[in-house]
């Protein structure tokens, strides 16, 4: 994929950007080149989300990492009023909704800049954003705006 430009309406979201890890390199590398990937068993075949050293579902360590077009539906939501961090100040209301992914896991994530409102079962998209040089974040979108 494309180099991703750096977004300054993203950048304070930096100090959020937990450690890396064994477990969470792949996964961060990956979104850095605007890609998502999710694991997979390979015993059982489940996606699963976030990264572990085994299968949540069978306990197999045999997993894969696997591009994932990372779509699904809005599982839950909260409209959120209130900025718990700085980085979000500039987004408020933003929604944060439990994602049901199309690949079986789900995650939450962070709907930003939103131009209708969010309804439960909408079809959402992953908005992959540079926040620094080497390091990006997963929001969400809805595939209808
Ligand atoms: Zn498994």
Redesign the pocket.
């Known amino acids: 994929m494309s180099e991703l430009p750096v977004a300054d309406k993203f950048a304070a979201f930096e100090e959020l950007i937990p450690p890396l890890t064994d477990l969470n390199t792949p996964y961060r590398e990956a979104l850095s080149r605007g890609e998502l990937i999710l694991q997979q068993?390979q015993?059982?075949?489940?996606h699963q989300y976030p990264f572990e050293s085994f299968?949540y579902?069978?306990?197999?360590t045999e997993l894969e990492n696997k591009i994932s077009l990372g779509q699904g539906f809005v599982y839950s939501f909260v409209k959120v009023h209130q900025p718990y961090h700085s980085a979000f100040k500039p987004f408020i209301p933003y929604t944060v909704a439990t994602i049901q992914l199309d690949d079986g896991p789900r995650l939450l994530s962070a709907m930003l800049e939103l131009t209708t409102e969010v309804k439960i079962d909408d079809r959402v998209k992953p908005r992959i954003e540079r926040i620094t040089a080497s390091e990006s974040m997963l929001m969400y979108e809805l595939e209808r705006s």
């Open positions: 068993c015993t059982c075949t489940s299968c579902e069978c306990g197999s």
